[in-house]
């Protein structure tokens, strides 16, 4: 069983950084060729920001329109984290932010922006951007 453990969220004003982290406890347990990031706000639906291909050839990345140019996904395989770089924050960023992990056997490199395909999940961590 896969176990995902999210860190890195705070409170930060409207502009500012956050670099939240989505290590794997047991990497060795399950393959994985996928890594995505999604944001939970309260009231709305469950929204995925960015994946990250992490099968052979690695690093193909996909993100939602809502945060291209502003959050970058990334790898450490060493330390086996993935990263979400979020810059330029804004209050619609405010929300739970969650990690999943998957083989997904028809990807080839571009991982979906969507829940679904996803069974392995962290949970949690809050970000609040204000104004």
């Known amino acids: 069983q896969v176990q995902l453990a999210e860190s890195g969220g705070g409170s930060v004003q409207a502009g500012g950084s956050l670099k939240l982290a989505c290590t794997s406890l047991?990497?060795?347990?399950?393959?994985?060729?996928?890594v995505a990031w999604f944001r939970k706000a309260p009231g709305k639906e469950r929204e995925a920001v960015a994946t990250?291909?992490?099968?052979?050839?690695?690093?193909?990345?996909n993100y939602a329109d809502s945060v291209k140019g502003r959050f970058t996904v990334a790898q450490d395989n060493a330390k086996n984290t993935v990263y979400l770089q979020m810059d330029s924050l804004k209050p619609e960023d405010t929300a739970s932010y969650y990690c999943?992990?998957?083989?997904?056997?028809?990807?080839?490199?571009?991982?979906?922006?969507?829940?679904?395909?996803?069974?392995?999940w962290g949970q949690g961590t809050q970000v609040t951007v204000s104004s």
């Open positions: 999943a992990t998957d083989f997904i056997d028809w990807v080839i490199a571009k991982c979906p922006l969507a829940s679904t395909p996803y069974k392995h």
């Open positions: 047991k990497p060795d347990t399950v393959s994985t060729n996928c």
């Open positions: 990250l291909y992490v099968g052979v050839a690695a690093g193909t990345t």
